[in-house]
Nanobody, 124 residues
Framework: VQLQASGGGLVQPGGSPRLSCATS????????LGWFRQAPGKEREFVAA????????YYADSVKDRFTISRDNTKNTVYLQMNSLKPEDTAVYYC??????????????????WGQGTLVTVSS
């Protein structure tokens, strides 16, 4: 599975960018898709995940009610709509694919396939 993330850039606080992650190489609908982020000097952390289209999404507490993960199986693409961005959301955002069980869906080790990352900088 290959993943290609896009949509990052410089965003003002309160902004609402949408990240996209296009996938190829295997059956898109059979994979759980996740978003993780890594801020400078910090470890990679879970942001959001979707086990399959229509299933209950998972979110980190820090982004719940601000970010929305969605997937389009016809385009083999997963999205991360980010609203009300804060400076602390500044990070490189990665999309990932895997087949984790529910209890491990927030663990980055559950995802063997990763995109290259896209930088989101929240600053005025």
């Amino acid at each position: 599975v290959q993943l290609q993330a896009s949509g990052g850039g410089l965003v003002q606080p309160g902004g609402s960018p949408r990240l996209s992650c296009a996938t190829s190489g295997d059956t898109f609908s059979s994979y759980a898709l996740g978003w993780f982020r890594q801020a400078p000097g910090k470890e990679r952390e879970f942001v959001a995940a979707s086990r399959w289209s229509g299933s209950r999404p998972y979110y980190a507490d820090s982004v719940k009610d601000r970010f929305t993960i969605s997937r389009d199986n016809t385009k083999n693409t997963v999205y991360l709509q980010m609203n009300s961005l804060k400076p602390e959301d500044t990070a490189v955002y990665y999309c990932a694919a895997g087949r984790p069980i529910a209890s491990t869906i927030r663990a980055h080790v559950s995802y063997p396939y990763w995109g290259q990352g896209t930088l989101v900088t929240v600053s005025s």
